[in-house]
Nanobody, 126 residues
Framework: QVQLVESGGGLVQTGGSLRLSCAASGGTFSTNVMGWFRQAPGKEREFVAAILWNGGITDYADSVKGRFTISRDNAKRTMWLQMNSLKPEDTAVYYC???????????????????WGQGTQVTVSN
């Protein structure tokens, strides 16, 4: 069974930075696509970033483009999300996600992922 564990969340002031990590263990899963999502209170889980084809392609939600950077190291089975210039609207629980199948289609849809971490809280204060 694949397990994903996020870390690196915390409380930061507006304009600050955080680096989230996602470590995978156990089982096997597709390395073709992995993603970061977030969920704020009272809102649906939303796409943040994805990394495809072993890092050959990355994609970001418009709200984080230019501020966040997704990366991965397959040998270490670890993925990161570097978050800069944080804003209060970035406050949410952040989740990493992976798939058990090779397709990269619909990578922005959280329903298309099989494995999820427990989430890590990011709070950005004014």
């Amino acid at each position: 069974q694949v397990q994903l564990v996020e870390s690196g969340g915390g409380l930061v002031q507006t304009g600050g930075s955080l680096r989230l990590s996602c470590a995978a263990s156990g089982g096997t899963f597709s390395t073709n696509v992995m993603g970061w999502f977030r969920q704020a209170p009272g809102k649906e889980r939303e796409f943040v970033a994805a990394i495809l084809w072993n890092g050959g392609i990355t994609d970001y939600a418009d709200s984080v483009k230019g501020r966040f950077t997704i990366s991965r190291d397959n040998a270490k089975r670890t993925m990161w999300l570097q978050m800069n210039s944080l804003k209060p609207e970035d406050t949410a629980v952040y989740y990493c996600a992976g798939r058990g199948y090779s397709s990269v289609r619909y990578y922005r849809d959280p329903l298309k992922y099989d494995y999820w971490g427990q989430g890590t809280q990011v709070t950005v204060s004014n």
